[in-house]
């Protein structure tokens, strides 16, 4: 009686195997096939190439000082000049940027999933779970976010870079989250959403299958916003001499003391500046064709 | 014969412009005589509805419209703003679909009709207000002095369109333009309407251009008929020329592809094959060439025009109208030609019809689903702080019904009845307020969560909106993967390609978006998802009113040859009495969360006991312009009562023609005292009515 044995035979007779396009597989395609994407994608790869390679091409370590050259314009020894203190700007601007690009990335990507996870379990589930997680958001949102993490700044000292970002992370989601949760509850009115639940579907999958995809334009815009918001929140956080502490240097650190001299020293500011501005475009430029990767109404651009 | 009304000739509408401009509609003509009602009929997207907007003059200023449109003998197309305004609402008015929209919601009716005269009619306030009430009597509203001063959430949909229309006739016009006037209505309230329109046409003796794609509503209520695909009229005639004698394909193809309320032995419907082309890519040739069974090389040389045919002022815009005229080719073989036998459709039932093994009597099959006493009631809740239960809506009130293997039960009534509460309270398979639902011979309210994930598996669901109940974000392949993956089937690709062909779908299409699909095409994504785990009981929920009826008929006749073929059963709800007469074994009438009347559908359908499904049957138009003419149509009084607050006794007896003039008032003193419940009254016929009896409607 079965549907199989009747059309097994013709599945066999040779009709040419076609490769199983998963969702996966698709937006990949998609977004690799749109120019915008390729190139956002080829600068966040060279970012973080030259981030993390670019130092061992240079005899200078962020530590060294030379004490020959104090703020002296970029040469063959020095390729981007030294800052006041005899540092090389090419040795700290990449040491810097290796811990903004991670702090930026990291903090965005676990500030929007958590935004995505809590919002979207609040909106479905409601009852109980949505009082407690909501909550729980309010709380957050009310507590003081610069003089905690100020009052913390201690602890990030000793190399905890990883516990920075979660508390950087912590207090960038509750916005989205409530956004999130109003877009879940109407959402799950959707009769693609009853059609999963019908079929015997785990609520577990079908949040994470069928809400959060249905969400991703906004979390991808939310996330891309994230990546500055952090980098700058880590910026001024270091600028006030908390966050990242020295020796070890960040971009907000960097930047910070080189608007001082950016006036008659451009090189102490501009190189950091700009790679700051390059990275940002490309998280940008990559958000933007994800988002219409993700979505299949977005016109393609070849 | 007098002179026209209204002449429309070479009408051209065009939005936009380049290589994007999208010709909605091309060389529309038609003439109206005075007191003339002309169909105008055509399915979504043919270009009807932006015609008469362009008639009206109300097309946003994009829209290039050329051609001439002569109303009384005087060109208004492209005539000033002042001049138009002055004829509209006076010589010609309009009614719209939505009959929400089309009132102000901040005022009242009365004001709002009273407005309409003052426009046009140089009258005392108080005169206008007497003439809003005066025609709020004629449209058939009850009370209409106290009506009159209701805001428009006050009333209901039907009442509003009878407002609508009330506002239309207003100032006396020569032409009323409907568009689509009862599509948002349920059927009794559709035959109110359609009754209150010719009470109107009598009365103002005005031309009507009724614009619809219900081939019934036209068939009763109209003198001509002008048929429009792809933007362009592509035949015109008389009513019952255009019906008894159609000559061109398409409009053949759409009167074979209707469901028959009147016909019943399963009569299989003709589809037309494809998809209507969209407007912004037309093909070079005849626009229907490409779904056309007669086609021959030289449709796709140029657009045949719109010709005279035969005797009297038919025309047909088809270069082998002639060979049909002269019977040549008898119009009932046209699709009969290409039926059979298309790549990746599933095979004629023909074919399998042979095959059938002798039906095995009902008695004996098994019970896939039982519904029984099922009761779900919503508490009305009121108060912001401290919520305090003030009423409850009744939306089902003691159902019973059961599906046999391989059966298809209809479940049918009016909007707010209670069918897709009833529908939703055994697919959540959890224990209902009162009675038992059981599913394959298991409990809902015993159901452990893994029986609970066994029993979905063998239940699956179609909704009605094809593109909403596919998730978007999804290509095609993961929907279809999602049931197979969800109960533990490896590599579900084999099984897609095979569902994909199952339901007359390339296999090529998986890696697509349910957005790159037309209507059709996307139900029958549904359906593949729905089968996907070869299920014994498909819960359909109006799988076919989105749907345009040449598609419909596609996927009509997919339903059918998959349940003979895989041995399914339907629980089937829907609300057009013709789509549930064609597919189902049996049909339960819904009324107010509670069933009217249930049976074997031919014995309903045929002799229906209960007062309501008379009613309902009754109300249904015809596709047949003769049956519809002499039909005695039983009108219901008023509107659906309010679930909060049904009626003691009988629910229906408010509404009941019965009740109001045949029974004596000892008789009626039970209906409103006591509770009629389902009785049997013939073999497999059963009515909820104390005073049922066989009546031939249809």
């Known amino acids: ?302 | 014969m007098s002179d026209p009304v209204l002449e429309v000739t070479g009408l051209d509408v065009t939005f936009g412009s380049g290589p994007g401009a999208v010709h909605a509609v091309r060389g529309v003509g038609y003439a109206l005589r005075p007191g003339e009602v002309l169909g105008i009929v055509g399915e979504s997207g043919s270009g009807k509805s932006v015609t008469s907007l362009a008639v009206m003059g109300l097309l946003p200023p994009h829209a290039r419209v050329t051609g001439s449109v002569r109303l009384k003998g005087q060109e208004i197309l492209g005539a000033s703003e002042k001049r138009l305004t002055a004829f509209r609402g006076k010589t010609i008015s309009m009614v719209f679909q939505d009959p929400l929209s089309a009132l102000t919601p901040v005022y009242r009716v009365g004001d709002q009709i009273a407005e309409a005269v003052r426009i046009h009619q140089d009258v005392s306030g108080q005169a206008a207000d007497r003439r809003a009430v005066e025609l709020l009597d004629l449209v058939g509203i009850p009370n209409p002095a106290q009506r009159a001063r209701a805001f428009p959430h006050e009333f209901s949909g039907g009442m509003r369109q009878r407002a609508v229309i009330a506002m239309a006739i207003a100032n006396d016009p020569d032409v009323i333009i409907c568009d689509e006037p009862t599509t948002a209505l349920d059927v009794t309230i559709q035959a109110q309407v359609l009754e209150v329109l010719k009470t109107a046409q009598r009365e103002t003796g005005a031309a009507i251009v009724m614009i619809t794609h219900d081939l019934g509503v036209v068939a009763g209520f109209v003198d001509r008929v002008l048929v429009m695909y792809a933007g362009r009229p592509v035949e015109t005639g008389s009513v019952d020329d255009v019906y008894y004698r159609p000559r061109m394909p398409y409009t053949i193809g759409l009167l074979g592809s209707v469901p028959r309320l009147d016909l019943g032995g399963r009569r299989r419907l003709v589809p037309i094959e494809g998809n209507p082309p969209s407007p912004d890519a037309l093909p070079p040739g005849c626009p229907f060439a490409p779904r056309c069974p007669l086609v021959v090389p030289a449709c796709d040389a140029a657009e045949p025009p719109l010709e005279p045919v035969g005797p009297g002022d038919r025309r047909a815009a088809c270069i082998r109208a002639g060979e049909i005229e002269e019977g040549r080719i008898p119009p009932g073989e046209v699709y009969a030609r290409s039926g059979a036998g298309r790549a990746g459709r599933p095979a004629a039932p023909g074919a399998g019809a042979g095959e059938r093994r002798p039906p095995v009597p009902r008695g004996e099959r098994g019970v896939v689903l039982e519904v029984d006493g099922l009761i779900r009631h919503y508490p009305l809740m009121k108060g912001a702080v401290f919520k305090r239960r003030v009423g409850t809506v009744y939306a089902v009130d003691g159902i019973g019904f059961d599906i046999r293997e391989g059966e298809t039960l209809g479940l049918v009534g009016e909007s707010g009845c209670g069918k897709t509460t009833t529908l939703m309270e055994i697919l959540e398979l959890a224990r209902p307020q009162r009675g038992t639902v059981t599913v394959l011979g298991r409990d809902t309210a015993a159901m452990t969560s893994r029986e609970r994930l066994a029993v979905r598996r063998d239940m699956q669901v179609v909704f009605q909106d094809p593109l909403a109940s596919l998730d978007p974000r999804m290509t095609v392949h993961d929907i279809l993967a999602e049931p197979l993956r969800t109960h533990g089937v490896r590599d579900p690709g084999p099984r897609v390609r095979e569902l994909l062909t199952l339901v007359g779908l390339d296999r090529q299409h998986a890696a697509r978006y349910p957005q790159d699909f037309s209507g059709g095409q996307r139900q029958r994504i549904g359906i593949a998802r729905a089968l996907a785990l070869e299920p014994r009981l498909i819960v359909l929920d109006e799988p076919v009113s989105a749907l345009d009826v040449s598609i419909q008929a596609g996927v009509i006749n997919l339903l059918e040859d998959l349940k003979d073929r895989l041995g399914l059963s339907y629980l089937f709800v829907a609300h057009d009495l013709s789509v549930v007469r064609h597919i189902a074994d049996r049909i339960a009438v819904m009324y107010l969360g509670r069933i009217a009347e249930i049976g074997q559908v031919d014995r309903v359908y045929d002799t229906p006991m209960h007062p309501y499904t008379q009613a309902l049957l009754s109300a249904i138009p015809l596709p047949d312009p003769e049956k519809e003419r002499s039909r005695v149509r039983i009108l219901l009084e008023g509107d659906l009562p309010s679930p909060a607050a049904p009626p003691s006794g009988c629910r229906f007896r408010t509404r009941c023609p019965k009740f109001r003039d045949v029974l004596s008032d000892g008789e009626r003193e039970r209906c409103v005292d006591e509770e009629p419940a389902v009785r049997v009254l013939d073999e497999d016929q059963g009515a909820a009515c104390h005073y049922a009896e066989k009546i031939k409607v249809v």
Request: aromatic share 12%.
């Open chain 1, 1 to 302: 009686m079965s549907i199989a044995d009747e059309e097994h035979a013709e599945e066999l007779a040779g009709v040419e195997k076609i490769g199983t396009p998963s969702r996966l597989k698709v937006v990949a395609g998609r977004f690799f096939r749109s120019g915008q994407g390729r190139i956002g994608f080829a600068l966040l790869v060279a970012m973080f190439l030259l981030a993390f390679a670019g130092p061992h091409l240079n005899k200078w370590s962020y530590t060294d000082k030379d004490f020959s050259a104090f703020l002296a314009p970029p040469s063959a020894e020095h390729w981007w000049g030294t800052l006041q203190t005899g540092a090389d700007v090419y040795a700290v601007t990449l040491r810097g940027m290796q811990k903004s690009l991670i702090v930026g990335l990291l903090a965005a990507v676990v500030g929007t999933g958590l935004a995505a996870v809590v919002g979207a379990f609040a909106g479905y589930f409601l009852g109980w779970t949505d009082r407690t997680l909501m909550w729980v958001t309010d709380l957050l949102l009310v507590l003081p976010a610069f003089l905690i993490l100020a009052i913390m700044s201690p602890l990030f000292a000793e190399g905890q870079w990883l516990l920075f970002v979660l508390m950087l992370a912590l207090f960038l989601w509750m916005v989205t989250s409530k956004i999130v949760r109003s877009m879940t509850i109407s959402l799950k009115e959707r009769e693609f959403i009853h059609a999963a639940r019908f079929m015997g579907v785990h609520p577990m999958k079908i949040i994470f299958r069928h809400v959060i995809p249905n969400l991703s334009s906004l979390l991808i815009v939310d996330a891309t916003l994230n990546v500055s918001a952090a980098i700058l929140t880590e910026t001024s956080l270091s600028y006030f001499g908390f966050g990242i502490q020295p020796p070890d240097v960040s971009m907000g650190s960097l930047i910070a003391d080189g608007a001082k001299t950016a006036v008659y020293a451009p090189w102490t500011f501009w190189f950091c500046a700009g790679l700051l501005i390059v990275t940002v475009l490309a998280v940008n430029l990559v958000g933007d064709s994800l988002r219409d990767a993700f979505d299949p109404t977005a016109r393609r651009n070849r």
